[in-house]
């Protein structure tokens, strides 16, 4: 079963730094592209950033471009999110998301971790 | 500010049908880009209902199905049932916006 677990959110300043990780079982981590998915309080779902199987390709929304850095370790089947420069905006709930065998959907989906950024 | 537009909410009887439609542009669904469809039930994380336009993962029943033409997308539910209650979203590439994938605005799907 493919099981996604997020970690690392909380309360941060704005302008502080906060690092996102997506424990991943189930399935070959490697074999995969991955995701990050927000969703505001209240909100519908956003595109953060996408990394591709072997981290060599990465791409951003341009809200958190320069300022989110997308990175996986296929070793340790983690996938990461670090943010900086973080803004009231970024308060959302953060989702990693597996991406589909033959099309860019998002198969499965961690439970999400929660993001505040509030002084 | 989403690129893909669905009405905030639709609601039906149970046993009605009801659609979701998801309205894009030249650059996303009208590009010819696969749409897929989420279900968010209150609480929980997006689960994947349609993928490619019109296929079901495996354990979805077949009375939801989506369907693509020109610059819009639709999502169909059939026998509508008291747990389908939830929020959905539409999802699907835009080569404008430097590789991004983009999400609908939302419907709420309310079972009267």
């Known amino acids: 079963e493919v099981q996604l677990v997020e970690s690392g959110g909380g309360l941060v300043q704005p302008g502080g730094s906060l690092r996102l990780s997506c424990a991943a079982s189930g399935f070959t981590f490697s074999n995969y592209w991955m995701h990050w998915v927000r969703q505001a309080p209240g909100k519908g779902l956003v595109w953060v950033s996408r990394i591709n199987s072997d981290g060599s390709g990465t791409f951003y929304a341009d809200s958190v471009q320069g300022r989110f850095t997308i990175s996986r370790d296929n070793a340790k089947n983690t996938l990461f999110l670090q943010m900086n420069s973080l803004r009231a905006e970024d308060t959302a709930v953060y989702y990693c998301a597996r991406n589909c065998d033959s099309t860019s959907c998002y198969q499965s989906w961690g439970q999400g971790t929660l993001v505040t950024v509030s002084s | ?112």
């Open chain 2, 1 to 112: 500010q989403s690129v893909l537009t669905q009405p905030p909410s639709v609601s039906g009887a149970p046993g009605q049908r009801v659609t979701i439609s998801c309205t894009g542009s030249g650059s996303n669904i009208g590009a010819g880009y696969d749409v897929h469809w989420y279900q968010q039930l209150p609480g929980t994380a997006p689960k994947l209902l349609i993928y490619a336009d019109n296929n079901r993962p495996s354990g979805v029943p077949d009375r939801f199905s989506g369907s693509k033409s020109g610059t819009s997308a639709s999502l169909a539910i059939t026998g509508l049932q008291a747990d389908d209650e939830a929020d959905y979203y539409c999802q699907t590439f835009d080569h404008t916006l430097s590789g991004s994938d983009v999400f609908g605005t939302g419907t709420k799907v309310t079972v009267l």
